[in-house]
RNA sequence: GUGGGUGUAGCUCAGUUGGUUAGAGCACCUGGUUGUGGCCCAGGAGGCCGUGGGUUCAAUCCCCAUCACUCACCCCA
């Protein structure tokens, strides 16, 4: 038997209705907030993600689903949808049109990880990219909408982290900070966390190993590096996140995995996920744009995962999947059964949702399926009914019954309100 | 890449201290007299007990390997 590859897995007919409510539900969302969608490529040159993304990202180090194409060009399944929708930002001008270009997307993405709960190779996620605006109205309107948009699913125990990694210049000297406090104690840090110091020391913000976090503790305060200008941002941002009454906590050892991140960065997580417990991450990437080629334009984005908001959905409950058909045609003997279909074929044509049986079981088993089937009006044909050109029709809820004119039948239903 | 857990029916799981026809519940199918669903009752279909090897008179059960799934680490959505 061919199954489906580790990591990815097929959304069942059982299922896939959640899928459908979410995507409506998002694009509702997204046109209440001006945004508009953006669809990219499943796949891109290597390069965009190796330079957008960052060389010593774990995504690209050592996630990516890459191949030579054709023998010459180095493709790869994106892993993440930033820098696509950045270089199609670049590549169709789209900055020309407005200073502020808002996109939203939901797409399929690929990394190469060991599967667990909430993290698939093939996995799912949404977001939005406000880019052409540095200023702090951008940062608190994507974060209202990734906060709001969930809270309107109804998902409970959110956990908005906010925190600011500042921009260029004071990076490097928190860096250097950094490294200065934490090299008389290099001796008391894990591997990997050495191995951090020399190449993207930030990161070991984000240790969970206990006695790091201590040491951590009382290292120096990104916050205390900020620029002037990065430190009214930041506290801009704060300030319009409160007037919305947005709740949020100040986690200052909240550094993402993403290389381009500048200014304010963000993560919703809730405790309704396992170990993975990050709905969404965003944050300002005001070099991306430039890095990637295009002229310096600053933006602020954030994504979240679909596959895990599903499961934090689940926690809560689930919903009652919409009702499959409303009318189920039983005929019996042939003559009633082609009339049926006939008359079935009209009620779709209306937009009436309705079924009858395609393979020719009893009316026991036809009235079962109807059943089955979640109809509120079982529509019975027989040789009798076909005779005097009448109908039976019966409400399953109540079990009523009665016969009925043919020609009638459209104004029942009507009364219905089917 | 590393570690733990689990592989028996479509699903959730029993079970055999190694012994001949491997079970339950749910789901599915067919019936319970003439053309009527849900509840109930009866019957039925559906398993190389993950795969390969070893021990044994005998393995679904014990041993080894392997694969798959799963959770966790790393990291992230």
Not at 134 to 149: K, L, M, N, T
Not at 238 to 257: A, N, Q, S, T
Not at 266 to 282: V, Y
Request: with cysteine; glycine share 8%.
């Amino acid at each position: 038997m061919i199954r489906s590859l580790k990591g990815t897995y097929d959304i069942l007919p059982d299922e896939s209705w959640r899928w459908q409510t979410l995507e409506a539900q998002l694009h509702d969302f997204m046109s209440i907030y001006g945004y508009k969608e953006i669809r990219t490529p499943a796949f891109e040159k290597t390069e965009l993600f190796s330079r957008g993304v960052g060389e010593e990202t774990d995504i690209v180090s050592k996630e990516m689903y890459t191949w030579l194409d054709g023998g010459k060009t180095n493709l790869t399944l994106k892993p993440e949808l930033t820098a696509p929708v950045v270089r199609s930002y670049i590549q169709h001008n789209l900055g020309a049109l407005s200073p502020v270009t808002k996109l939203y997307y939901m797409d399929a993405l690929f990394r190469r990880e060991r599967p667990q709960k909430g993290r698939q190779r093939q996995f799912h996620q949404f977001g939005v990219e406000a880019l052409g605006t540095p200023f702090p109205e951008a940062d608190a309107e994507v974060i209202a909408i990734a906060y709001e948009f969930m809270i309107s699913l109804g998902i409970t125990n959110l956990k908005l982290k906010l925190n600011s990694i500042g921009s260029g210049q004071c990076r490097t000297a928190y860096k250097d900070a950094l490294k200065e406090y934490l090299s008389p104690h290099i001796q008391e840090l894990s591997e990997t966390s050495r191995l951090r110091f020399e190449t993207n020391p930030l990161r070991i913000l984000d240790t969970k190993i206990e006695h790091e976090i201590e040491l951590l503790g009382k290292a120096p305060d990104i916050l205390g590096f900020l620029t002037a200008d990065d430190e009214t941002h930041f506290s801009e941002v704060r300030e319009l996140l409160d007037g919305m009454k947005i709740p949020y906590v100040l986690d200052k050892r909240m550094v993402r995995g993403l290389d381009y991140y500048t200014r304010t960065t963000f993560e919703i997580t809730s405790s309704a996920l396992g170990s993975q417990d990050a709905l969404c991450g965003g944050g300002r990437y005001d070099k991306l744009v430039e890095t990637l080629g295009g002229k310096s334009t600053p933006a602020v984005g954030f994504a979240a995962g679909v596959e895990r908001l599903l499961i934090a959905l689940d926690e809560i409950g689930k919903t009652e999947e919409p009702s499959k058909t409303d009318i189920y045609f039983v005929g019996l003997g042939d003559q009633a059964r082609k009339a049926g279909i006939k008359l079935v074929h009209d009620l779709r044509k209306q937009g009436y949702k309705s079924n009858y049986d395609l393979v020719r079981r009893s009316m026991k088993a036809q009235m079962r399926e109807s059943n089955k089937s979640g109809a509120r009006i079982v529509l019975i044909l027989g040789d009798q009914e076909l005779e005097n050109n009448q109908i039976q029709i019966k409400d399953l809820e109540n079990s009523q019954q009665m016969t009925i004119n043919l020609d009638e039948l459209k104004n029942h239903l009507y009364k219905l309100e089917l």
